[in-house]
């Protein structure tokens, strides 16, 4: 039974013309291609009075085609009133004995229901009730946000949604519908063979609640076959057709509003195991890692994530030459989405990466790369000349004042220091240096902690006067 919308919305235009004349276009190309033994009927509603939410009409009893007849009621089917679709799906399976009988109703409308009734509660019941009971729809140009509240209908009753925004893409949909009516019969079995070859699918890691999933796939294509997100319990929550003329891989599937773990399945109608399955994980936030691309080696550094907030999760620093996990930070949210954690570059230089790790599965959730360098730094001293007894120097610096690093006077051509004083952590420049208490010639080197000098001076102390 083909439903039609024929409210008041229908005379809107698309690229100037009505959107009922489009339909009607659209289902004359459906009907040249229907095998005249199917039966078929029509239903219209709101095409006689305004405001009128009992105004369904009975056109046709489903009947074997005679397309001429029934192209001619669908012209004369002329938009004006309300949207009542979900009654008038009623009417419709019920006019298909759909609790004696399979029952298959083709939904052609532009809008969501306007007379206070529950399509997706309704298309449940007739679910339950039906002997084999199925809904396909076809949303015409309706708004992204409002296809959940039609597509209920097709998904709690094993059915097609399929969207259509304009003439070509009407007409693919009523073929793909018309095609899965086949299947819906049960002809696959007794007139077309189901080719149940090896299929894969996949999809992103993580993605967000309510967001397009592309999800690559591989199959035999048969007519109806589609992609399906379902929960654990089996309901699904968003699906995809497969055609073999129109949908190449990877095609694009809405994920669910709410955030958890669903696969999503290769299913062909008609057979009861899926052909390939894979797990979506639907989440809040995307899982990343952002960072400074230059850090230098061995300083401490700010670490931005964003992901599902697992407790138990960790930031790495990894050698990605070999793998070797350098230094870690606890990831400590449960719930959050967001954070920062302060870490400590190698005290080498060469390129890094920073892990998400979860904690249940050691899985990488995201990662970025940077890269570490050598700090130049600077030492200068008063002006001389310094005596053996004199008072300690003011000692002007700079450098990268990572954990370790020292100001240390050495003899000169001496690797043995004599003094040191620290330059990291709450260390400022000037900073007092005693003077050696012998006459020499001597060095002083800012120096980290694996002996890495990053500047020098050398001073001479006389003799005391």
């Not at 039966?39 to 095409?47: D, P, S, T, V």
């Not at 009734?117 to 309706?142: Q, S």
């Not at 230094?327 to 080498?348: F, H, L, N, Q």
Request: net charge negative; hydrophobic share 45%.
């Amino acid at each position: 039974m083909l439903v039609l919308d024929a409210s008041g919305s229908m005379w809107g235009q698309i690229d100037g013309t009505p959107k009922i004349s489009i339909a009607r276009a659209a289902v004359a190309d459906m009907l040249a291609e229907w095998n005249a033994s199917r039966e078929l009927g029509l239903i219209a509603y709101g095409h006689n009075r305004e405001g009128d939410c009992s105004d369904i009409e009975l056109l046709l009893p489903a009947q074997p085609l005679d397309a001429g007849a029934f192209t001619d009621l669908v012209d004369g089917v002329n938009p004006q009133g309300k949207t009542p679709l979900t009654d008038a799906v009623v009417m419709a399976a019920e006019a298909l004995a759909y609790s004696e009988e399979m029952a298959t109703i083709i939904l052609l409308t532009d809008g969501l229901e306007t007379c206070e009734r529950d399509p997706c509660a309704v298309a449940t019941m007739l679910e339950e009730r039906g002997i084999d009971f199925t809904a396909h729809v076809i949303g015409f140009d309706v708004a992204q946000e409002d296809t959940d509240a039609l597509a209920c209908l097709a998904e709690n009753t094993g059915g097609l949604y399929l969207p259509a925004d304009d003439m070509d893409d009407l007409t693919k949909a009523l073929q793909e519908v018309s095609e899965a009516v086949v299947i819906d019969e049960g002809s696959t079995e007794s007139q077309v063979a189901l080719d149940l070859g090896p299929a894969t699918v996949s999809v992103p890691e993580f993605v967000i609640v309510g967001h397009p999933v592309s999800a690559e796939w591989t199959g035999p294509q048969n007519a109806g076959d589609r992609l399906v997100i379902r929960d654990s319990t089996g309901t699904s929550l968003g699906e995809r057709p497969l055609a073999a003329d129109d949908f190449t891989s990877p095609v694009l599937i809405l994920a669910p509003a709410t955030v958890g773990t669903y696969d999503v399945f290769y299913e062909v109608p008609g057979h009861d195991a899926p052909l390939a399955s894979t797990v979506l994980n639907v989440v809040l936030v995307a899982p990343s890692v952002s960072l400074p691309q230059q850090v230098p080696f061995g300083a401490a550094f700010t670490v931005g994530w964003t992901g599902p907030g697992v407790a138990g999760d960790r930031l790495f620093v990894v050698n990605p030459a070999n793998g070797e996990r350098l230094s870690m930070e606890p990831v400590r949210s449960d719930g959050e989405v967001a954070g920062t954690a302060t870490m400590t570059a190698p005290e080498a230089v060469g390129v890094f990466e920073v892990h998400l790790i979860a904690a249940r599965t050691g899985a990488v959730r995201a990662s970025a790369s940077f890269e570490t360098s050598t700090v130049a730094g600077h030492v200068r001293l008063p002006e001389g000349p310094f005596h053996v007894g004199d008072g300690a120097l003011q000692v002007e610096w700079s450098g990268p004042m990572n954990a370790g690093d020292r100001l240390r006077v050495f003899p000169r051509d001496n690797a043995q220091s004599i003094s040191q004083r620290p330059v990291f952590g709450t260390a400022q420049s000037p900073i007092r240096v005693a003077l050696p208490r012998e006459a020499g010639a001597y060095t002083i080197k800012l120096i980290s902690a694996d002996g890495t000098v990053y500047a020098e001076q050398e001073f001479d102390v006389l003799p005391e006067q």
